[in-house]
């Protein structure tokens, strides 16, 4: 019998979704093991086929995208009271992901810069999007913005975590296969990822140098065979979890932690925080305060996919 | 006033909602296009790095 799937996205830029397409072939052998009752990307299924489902009726319910409104909030409950088991699909709905970005700003200003300030927006009247507007038919609504971005696992509970952004497509399939092969590990694991980091699957060379300035990949020319936290630029792969196939560094670019931390790792920024601080050249508190104010927008970029997730959560206001 | 709701639009990239109404007759009075979903990245993206962005701006849309 296949199994009962409905696939969903939250705050999300449906590029889960695509991941889950670009199994390619393998798609096929996942229609075959999957019967999709959910999937807005793809399929016309509307809420209210999953609101008149009995609750557990769905197998899996494979969920993208971060909570950041209250109708992302209420389909993730929804979904988990109609399936057995729910997965957190992607960097967003493991640990925020880039639009977790949002919590070092308030809702207020998301808004005031979105739809009153930005030079492409023509909105004379100053409107700003309500939960209710009545207009001469009726009224309509709209779901509640948060003023502080969620993972789905900080709504419902998750029994299983892909992660990436986006998470590799055969990572996708082989997390998947579990399922049907029936070969689940214990819950809360995470699925289709490494167990160590990715530095341990970095196929740069490191000579264990220290570290003496910290640079901006424009004011170098990066030397592509050798490990880019030794050239001063700044990456996430010593605390970053492995599975990723290091896409970014053969692409030329460091890591910014999109498969989040290893099991044991509390915060992945505050962890690469350490990591670094392990690495810099000077030995003095003064000098080694003096490097890491050189550090550009350093939250932003230690915590660039996992700031909901991480004992930070959001920018205090 | 009868009101459909089709709720969510589906294969496009995106959330929405469309709420039509309908008048004595039957005909269509209305219909409304709502997109409830926003993540304000005209917000998040001010003062990053210039190298950075990027690598941000491309989860605006991953289809």
Same mark, same amino acid.
């Given at each position: 019998?296949?199994?009962?799937?409905?696939?969903? *996205?939250?705050?999300?830029?449906?590029?889960?979704?695509?991941?889950?397409?670009?199994?390619?072939?393998? =798609? %096929?052998?996942?229609?075959?093991?999957?019967?999709?009752?959910? *999937?807005?990307?793809? $399929?016309?299924?509307?809420?209210?086929?999953?609101?008149? $489902?009995?609750?557990?009726?769905?197998?899996?319910?494979?969920?993208?995208?971060?909570?950041?409104?209250?109708?992302?909030?209420?389909?993730?409950? /929804?979904?988990?009271?109609?399936?057995?088991?729910?997965?957190? /699909?992607?960097?967003?709905?493991?640990?925020?992901?880039? !639009?977790?970005?949002?919590?070092?700003?308030?809702?207020?200003?998301?808004?005031?810069?979105?739809?009153?300030?930005?030079?492409?927006?023509?909105?004379?009247?100053?409107?700003?999007?309500?939960?209710? *507007?009545?207009?001469?038919?009726?009224? /309509?609504? %709209?779901?509640?913005?948060?003023?502080?971005?969620?993972?789905?696992?900080?709504?419902?509970?998750?029994?299983?975590?892909?992660?990436?952004?986006?998470?590799?497509?055969? @990572?996708?399939?082989?997390?998947?296969? #579990?399922? *049907?092969?029936?070969?689940?590990?214990?819950?809360?694991?995470?699925?289709?990822?490494?167990?160590?980091?990715?530095?341990?699957?970095?196929?740069?060379?490191?000579?264990?140098?220290?570290?003496?300035?910290?640079?901006?990949? @424009?004011?170098?020319?990066?030397?592509?065979?050798?490990?880019?936290?030794? @050239?001063?630029?700044?990456?996430?792969?010593?605390? +970053?979890? &492995?599975?990723?196939? &290091?896409?970014?560094?053969?692409?030329?670019?460091?890591?910014?932690?999109?498969?989040? @931390?290893?099991?044991?790792?509390?915060?992945?920024?505050?962890?690469?925080?350490?990591?670094?601080?392990?690495? =810099?050249?000077?030995?003095?508190?003064?000098?080694?305060?003096? %490097?890491?104010?050189?550090?550009?927008? !350093?939250?932003? +970029?230690?915590?660039?996919?996992?700031?909901?997730?991480?004992?930070?959560?959001?920018?205090?206001? | 006033?009868?009101?459909?709701?089709?709720?969510?639009? +589906?294969?496009?990239?995106?959330?929405?909602?469309?709420?039509?109404? #309908?008048?004595?007759?039957?005909?269509?009075?209305?219909?409304?296009?709502?997109?409830?979903?926003?993540?304000?990245?005209?917000?998040?993206?001010?003062?990053?790095?210039?190298?950075?962005?990027?690598?941000?701006?491309?989860?605006?849309?991953?289809?």
């Amino acid at each position: 019998m296949k199994l009962k799937v409905g696939i969903y *996205w939250g705050a999300a830029c449906g590029g889960c979704d695509v991941a889950i397409l670009d199994t390619h072939e393998k =798609l %096929l052998d996942i229609a075959d093991k999957m019967e999709i009752y959910l *999937w807005p990307i793809a $399929m016309d299924f509307k809420y209210d086929d999953i609101r008149k $489902m009995e609750d557990g009726y769905l197998d899996v319910a494979i969920y993208s995208g971060a909570i950041r409104s209250s109708e992302n909030e209420e389909i993730a409950k /929804l979904l988990r009271k109609k399936s057995k088991v729910m997965i957190a /699909l992607g960097a967003c709905a493991h640990i925020g992901g880039i !639009p977790g970005l949002a919590n070092f700003y308030t809702k207020e200003e998301v808004l005031k810069r979105v739809y009153l300030e930005s030079e492409s927006t023509e909105n004379k009247e100053g409107v700003i999007p309500r939960e209710t *507007w009545n207009v001469n038919e009726g009224e /309509l609504e %709209l779901p509640t913005f948060y003023n502080t971005v969620k993972t789905l696992d900080q709504v419902v509970d998750v029994e299983y975590y892909i992660p990436g952004c986006p998470p590799v497509p055969l @990572q996708i399939y082989s997390a998947l296969s #579990l399922i *049907w092969d029936d070969m689940l590990p214990p819950v809360g694991s995470v699925i289709g990822a490494g167990e160590r980091t990715l530095c341990d699957d970095c196929p740069r060379e490191r000579d264990e140098k220290t570290i003496t300035e910290i640079k901006r990949i @424009q004011q170098v020319l990066p030397d592509p065979k050798k490990c880019f936290l030794e @050239q001063g630029l700044i990456c996430l792969g010593p605390v +970053t979890r &492995s599975g990723c196939g &290091s896409r970014c560094i053969k692409s030329g670019v460091p890591c910014r932690g999109c498969y989040g @931390q290893l099991d044991e790792v509390p915060d992945l920024g505050i962890k690469m925080l350490s990591a670094l601080a392990s690495v =810099l050249e000077p030995k003095e508190e003064k000098e080694i305060d003096a %490097l890491l104010d050189t550090i550009v927008d !350093p939250l932003r +970029t230690f915590h660039r996919f996992s700031m909901p997730a991480s004992i930070l959560r959001r920018k205090k206001v | 006033m009868k009101r459909i709701e089709i709720d969510p639009i +589906t294969r496009l990239e995106g959330h929405g909602k469309i709420t039509i109404f #309908l008048n004595g007759e039957g005909d269509v009075e209305n219909a409304y296009l709502q997109i409830p979903e926003l993540r304000g990245f005209e917000k998040f993206v001010e003062g990053l790095p210039v190298e950075e962005v990027p690598r941000v701006v491309t989860r605006i849309c991953g289809v």
